[in-house]
């Protein structure tokens, strides 16, 4: 197998454990919100339901990343698939800031500056 046909598969698997960690993440997340719900707290089972479904998002869009990343370093190493990369990227990146600030309420840089339960609980993140 030549170098470039590992990095296909390389990207391949990224590709794919990004779109695994999408469904999988979500899926999770609207069942914990379902069992939220049985306990007859919808408003908390909606809440639940977003922040688990955002944090999903973030981490798939971040796997899917990686395998933009490796793809333009590897395979296909032009001036163009240099800019695609550039652009997918700053859009990603956008997505995952405005999915932090939507997450957390607030700016990244003021996190530390909010009530110990005002912030999203890395611990349980």
Do not use: C
């Amino acid at each position: 197998m030549h170098f470039e046909e590992w990095m296909e598969n390389v990207v391949k698997a990224f590709e794919i454990a990004g779109v695994v960690l999408l469904a999988v993440g979500s899926i999770v997340a609207l069942v914990h919100a379902g069992t939220v719900l049985k306990r007859g707290e919808p408003r908390d089972a909606y809440r639940a339901a977003r922040r688990g479904i955002g944090r999903a998002v973030l981490l798939g869009l971040e796997v899917l990343i990686i395998a933009d990343i490796v793809q333009t370093i590897t395979i296909d190493p032009t001036v163009e698939s240099a800019v695609a990369l550039g652009l997918v990227v700053l859009v990603r990146t956008f997505l995952s800031f405005s999915l932090e600030i939507e997450l957390d309420g607030t700016l990244p840089w003021r996190r530390q500056q909010l009530p110990e339960k005002g912030g999203r609980d890395r611990d349980t993140a």
